[in-house]
């Protein structure tokens, strides 16, 4: 499998959802908004996937104006049509009627100097599994510390 380049990531997604499973996607994009996310200047913190009628679309991503663009420039915040097979989605919109299940993306990436989209199928947490996480991610880097400290110790003698 060819090595993809990572573009942008939704590390917030991560904190705010329990990801199911993910998805990849291929994105309708116009000529600067393709140089402007290349550059790495787009924003899919905000991003979700809404389905209207037999289409995806993805919405909330901001992309920023290309800098060495013209009047011709792309609008930021427009809805960008995902490119996705019919029977794909006719899954994921039964998968999102279910109980608190949405679809969000997760990264952005090149494959083939093509750019696609990584779409999670997620569930929303709680306040209370937030915090959950944080104390064992917090945790985990205080054990790191330990083994760190433990190892230069021994370094030392």
Partial sequence: ?????????NKKAYHNYHILETYEA?????GT??????????DIVDGL??????????EGVHVHPYTHGNIANHDPDRSRKLLLHRHEIRR?????????????????YLKGGRIKVELALAKGKKMHDKREALKAREAGREMERAVKGARNDRRGD
């Fill in 92 to 108: 994921l919109l039964g998968k999102i009627k279910e109980k608190g299940l949405t679809l969000v993306p997760t990264r952005f």
């Fill in 49 to 58: 996937v809404r389905i209207r009628g037999e289409e995806a679309y993805l």
């Fill in 26 to 30: 291929g994105i309708a994009l116009v």
């Fill in 33 to 42: 908004e393709v140089k402007s996310i290349r550059n790495g200047k787009v």
């Fill in 1 to 9: 499998m060819p090595k993809s380049d990572n573009l942008a990531t």
